[in-house]
């Protein structure tokens, strides 16, 4: 069992910036992949960024890559999501989840926070 906590969300100004956070608990953390997805009124989850727990790779969504960093301190068993740019677009609930398995299929979803990107 994987427990997601995020936090973090809020409201910012077209071109400001938010750092959310996902505390983890229940299995080591420094064994998990983890992502962050989000989901906009009306549309379904999308993927945003990942981090492997090997080598701390990274992956982007097209649309966020030079904007968002995805980051993890192993040592607090949290893994972040540094936003910059934001864009109105970006508005949705951000969930992080965990891939437990390896196969990049999450299994483990926090409750999610919310953004809002005021134009």
């Known amino acids: 069992q994987v427990q997601l906590v995020e936090s973090g969300g809020g409201l910012v100004h077209a071109g400001g910036s938010l750092r959310l956070s996902c505390a983890a608990s229940?299995?080591?953390?420094?064994?998990?992949?983890m992502g962050w997805f989000r989901q906009a009124p009306g549309k379904g989850r999308e993927f945003v960024a990942a981090i492997r727990w090997s080598a701390g790779t990274t992956y982007y969504a097209d649309s966020v890559k030079g904007r968002f960093t995805i980051s993890r301190d192993n040592a607090k068993n949290t893994v972040y999501l540094q936003m910059n740019s934001l864009k109105p677009e970006d508005m949705a609930v951000y969930y992080c989840g965990a891939d437990t398995n390896y196969d990049n299929e999450y299994d483990y979803w926090g409750q999610g926070t919310q953004v809002t990107v005021s134009s």
């Open positions: 229940g299995r080591t953390f420094y064994t998990l992949n």
